[in-house]
């Protein structure tokens, strides 16, 4: 099952490459990987929601084990590398899916990364699961509207120094936050 999943990614981005997303077949898709339509939808139910599944999963990978204090400088750098190695993909994706789609995927991929932090840093504190998924939420929309921005701009600007930026600016600001919920007015 995941083979045909992955085949039909690795399809997906090939033709991309030649033209725009929204040129796409399903038929061209199964053709390229010789595989029935009826394959196709049993694992997706149209192209989009393949491209969603693709970052998805390019997204988990990149961040495999990026979830703590110490490595979540590194995890935000690799999703801007995972971005950054599709590039011609995401390009023809952030052209064609909706903006609103395109927050889902990005929203999806950073809330875990942002949420592991928060849980950390927060052990020990009386810090409501509301406060924390605040917390985690609202970093989650500030990284994912730099992130979207450097998409737009066609991912020219230093990813390296953009996520540096975005560490100096973090730096601390989860752990204030979390005291700013747990002391009395």
């Not at 999806?108 to 990364?113: D, H, K, N, R, V």
């Amino acid at each position: 099952m995941a083979n045909t999943k992955q085949a039909l990614e690795a399809s997906l981005k090939k033709l991309m490459l030649k033209k725009p997303l929204d040129k796409i077949t399903i038929r061209d898709l199964t053709e390229d990987c010789g595989i029935s339509r009826m394959a196709f939808y049993y694992h997706f139910k149209d192209i989009y929601d393949l491209v969603e599944w693709a970052c998805i999963e390019d997204a988990s990978a990149a961040l495999q084990g990026k979830k703590t204090c110490d490595t979540w400088q590194e995890g935000l750098l690799q999703i801007f590398e995972a971005v950054l190695e599709n590039k011609p993909f995401i390009l023809n994706a952030y052209r064609c899916i909706s903006r609103d789609q395109m927050e889902r995927f990005l929203f999806q991929m950073t809330y875990g990364l942002i949420r592991g932090v928060v849980d950390e840093k927060s052990e020990g504190t009386a810090i409501s699961e509301a406060d924390k998924t605040f917390i985690a939420e609202f970093y989650k929309y500030s990284f994912v509207g730099v992130l979207l921005d450097w998409i737009r701009q066609g991912m020219t600007a230093d990813h390296r120094l953009i996520a540096e930026k975005i560490a100096v600016t973090m730096r601390g600001n989860v752990t204030n936050s979390i005291h700013n919920f747990t002391e009395p007015g």
